[in-house]
């Protein structure tokens, strides 16, 4: 008795050290976000002051956006970096939760670094902006550094943090249910997806309100009523399913449908450029954007439909919880066992 007690003992001591190691990694990720406004901040600033014909102009409205991403970004890696090193039951579940949606979206963005890559550095090489003899260094130095960032990082914080005794570490050491325990962690992650959703298109206000509808685009006055409707209704959504509202499951299915049906048609009718002109980019940005055509409409339309069947099957996944446990109240206790 006495030496499995040890034994536990040490395990927990182990998994103890490895949340403190892991914390420190996600705060070290978070100032490295921190460290990307500071240069997006710094950027505007040289762009201010560049007189030169080839740099390309970037203003504060166009860099905001990224800077307020980046700050949520930093601000939820280094709160959740703390709880870690505070062996928090909740900083384990929105970690390991956060890295899923992490290795998803970052997955898609690998993919459209392979696409788009090579026709990139091709262009640079072809019009003197880099030597030819570089152009496959940068090319595979561009995939190798976006395969960590996207793909081998998440994998590594989803492997440390959904290991069955680093769960049982945090149990023991933080044995109040959290809220973050009242939720199945696909529904979990189904939630903070609609939310960060929400947020991210929240960043088109900043460019001239402009939305994808059904092969045109909406801008304007129109347009910023259309987002508010759409931040608001996926602000529901991410509530609803955190409440496991089956109602909620469904107008995300249905609206995940109309939603990418909307995007696929838009940019099969609509180039890629007149979108960027609805945003007010300016025309020496997009021109610069021009000379490296990035994907074809069909392509970008093609991808886009590829990403949004893929969250769809995730969310036909997590139907089974809402069927099993839609309609418990989150709120009441638990039965002492």
């Avoid at 392979?114 to 130095?141: A, C, N, R, W």
Wanted: charged share 15%.
């Amino acid at each position: 008795m006495d030496n499995n007690d040890t034994l536990t003992s040490l395990t927990d001591t182990d998994r103890k050290s490895g949340l403190r190691r892991f914390g420190i990694f996600q705060i070290i990720l978070g100032g490295f976000c921190a460290l990307l406004i500071l240069l997006m901040i710094l950027g505007v600033i040289y762009s201010s002051y560049a007189e030169t014909t080839s740099a390309m102009p970037m203003g504060l409205k166009t860099v905001l956006p990224g800077i307020l991403f980046y700050s949520l970004l930093a601000a939820w890696f280094i709160c959740l970096g703390i709880g870690s090193i505070k062996v928090r039951r909740w900083a384990r579940i929105l970690s390991l939760a956060g890295s899923w949606i992490w290795l998803f979206t970052g997955t898609a963005g690998f993919v459209w670094v392979l696409l788009v890559t090579p026709d990139i550095y091709s262009t640079m090489s072809e019009t003197g902006q880099i030597p030819p003899e570089m152009t496959d260094i940068l090319k595979y130095f561009t995939f190798g550094f976006s395969l960590v960032i996207y793909i081998v990082l998440p994998g590594i914080l989803i492997l440390f943090y959904g290991r069955e005794d680093v769960k049982n570490t945090c149990e023991k050491i933080d044995p109040a249910i959290r809220w973050t325990d009242k939720c199945p962690l696909p529904v979990l992650a189904l939630s903070l997806t609609l939310g960060f959703g929400g947020i991210s298109i929240a960043g088109l206000f900043f460019y001239g309100s402009a939305v994808p509808f059904f092969g045109t685009i909406i801008c304007g006055t129109a347009g910023s009523i259309l987002l508010a409707i759409t931040i608001l209704f996926l602000a529901y959504l991410s509530w609803g399913s955190y409440r496991l509202k089956m109602n909620a499951w469904r107008g995300t299915f249905v609206f995940t449908i109309i939603g990418s049906i909307s995007i696929v048609i838009t940019f099969l009718r609509i180039k890629l450029f007149e979108f960027y002109e609805k945003m007010n980019f300016p025309e020496n940005q997009i021109e610069m954007m021009q000379q490296f055509n990035f994907m074809k409409n069909q392509d970008f339309a093609l991808y886009m439909g590829f990403i949004s069947l893929a969250y769809l099957l995730f969310i036909l996944y997590t139907h089974k919880y809402f069927a099993a446990l839609s309609g418990i109240d989150l709120e009441k206790p638990d039965e002492p066992k």
